[in-house]
């Protein structure tokens, strides 16, 4: 949705001028043209940025921020994808030895995290993830 909001408006734009300056007036473009043109497509990155999105997730990525194993065999890996509309969504995957894998939904408005803290509790059979802003979500397996 933000390559809509920041990226489609430029590349209108852009085409419009390059229209405008090459088959109607058949005149290239004076330096302070080129350095408008440059200014806003820098603006068209600098903007996702400032709404807390990061650029290269605009191809849709799913980053891993914590993994951890269990000794009993359970894996836990904790994603994040922007999700094109509302910012960022994370989910924690567990893995059990048989091999199935449960889904627990963690957030679906979190903002971006590089890494997240993930504790196990093998006793009770618990998994804590701590999401941006100290929110502590809990999950048994």
């Known amino acids: 949705m933000l390559e809509l909001i920041f990226l489609?408006?430029?590349l209108a734009f852009l085409a419009g001028a390059l229209i405008a300056?090459?088959?109607v007036r058949r005149r290239p473009f004076a330096a302070h043209d080129w350095a408008i043109i440059v200014a806003l497509a820098v603006s068209a990155f600098i903007l996702p940025l400032a709404a807390?999105?990061?650029?290269?997730d605009f191809v849709g990525t799913t980053r891993t921020l914590a993994s951890a194993t269990s000794s009993s065999g359970y894996s836990?890996?904790?994603?994040?994808v922007w999700n094109y509309c509302d910012f960022y969504t994370s989910s924690l995957y567990i893995t059990a030895p048989d091999g199935s894998v449960s889904n627990p939904y963690l957030d679906g408005d979190d903002s971006k995290s590089w890494s997240v803290p993930i504790a196990i509790d093998e006793q009770n059979r618990?998994?804590?993830?701590?999401?941006?802003?100290?929110?502590a979500k809990t999950f048994q397996w």
Do not use: D, E, N
């Not at 807390?52 to 290269?56: A, L, M, N, Q, S």
């Open 8 to 10: 489609s408006p430029l």
């Open 21 to 23: 300056r090459f088959a």
């Open 52 to 56: 807390g999105v990061w650029i290269p």
């Open 76 to 80: 836990f890996r904790v994603t994040q």
């Open 126 to 135: 618990v998994a804590t993830v701590t999401l941006s802003g100290g929110r």
